[in-house]
């Protein structure tokens, strides 16, 4: 597909770019452009567009606005120390997207047309792609469906845009140990959203992660629907348990989690450490009576915003307990730095996960 560009009347100055990219911290600064492609019912997709980043027209009967039919990802370039810039498993973000339109009834965007999409938006705002350690341009590719029409039944004309803003470490201090508070909110139930990523998810997870907040936690975590016993995952970070016997625990995809790709990354990279990884149930008592034996010695969040985050201390109504010293973990710090270096070329990729781009 032939891509129209749109010349930007006025980008932003060397100097004011470079002042962001000292201190980008997350999603709120943007680059200069986006793309755009339209999708119509019997046509497919059309009007491929990277132009001036600006707000957007839609109509107010616009499907997505009424009712959610909307989907996204979220992928990182790292600028590598020879100056180029590679993605990490982009064709696996697109697979996702697909997964999450099949479950929104809405169409598939061709994996080629969603890796070329972020090609275009960075050949043209390569500039934007930090260089420091931990820094990255982060890239969200989303979805909506922009038919005016107010029945209920799947949209037919669809708008499928990438937008980009650098990215410092996502928590504040780096990656310090967080506190997590177990929500008795539930994010996903069986034969649900839950394994698409689908705006729709997060608007359900604010009132409980305002809570945790509000409690003086960083993040979320929910568990199972049915039982309210087995951990998911936190709003938007799988986990990871690491015990003192070699084993590792990490939730199974039975529909109601989101297939993280760090997450799959990770299994991986544990394995290959030698690790016992197994994708299986583990419920909240274990993990408190294995944190408090001693058995459990870290557990992980792991997200392509945060990379791979030590959990150092869970709160729920009924108290609270702290994993290992309540501190970053060795094998946390140690597959973090192995995943990032990787990420960021000064690791060999042996999988063939980076993909050169700019
Ligand atoms: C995106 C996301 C993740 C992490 O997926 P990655 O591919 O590793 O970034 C985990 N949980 C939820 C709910 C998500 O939306």
Redesign the pocket.
Known sequence: MQFEHIPHPATTSDTDREAILANPGFGTHFTDHMVTIEYTDGQGWHDAKVEPRAPIMLDPAAAVLHYAQEIFE?LKAYRHEDGSIALFRPEENARRLNASADRLAMPHVPEELFVEAIRQLIAVDGKWVPGAEGSSLYLRPFMIATEAFLGVRPAKRYKFMVIAGPAGNYFKSGAPAVSIWISSYTRAAPGGTGAA?CGG?YAASLVPTREAFARGHDQVLFLDAVEHKWVE?L????LFFVFDDGRVITPPLTGTI?P????ASLIQLLREEGLNVSEEPYSIDQWRTDAQSGHLLETMA????AVVTPVGKVAGEDGEFTIGSGGPGQLTSKIREKLVGIQRGTIADTHGWVMPIG
């Not at 709003?235 to 799988?238: A, E, K, Y």
């Not at 792991?302 to 915003?305: E, F, S």
């Open positions: 979220g990523k998810n995952e709003g938007g970070m799988n989101l993280g790709i760090t997450r792991c997200g392509t915003a």
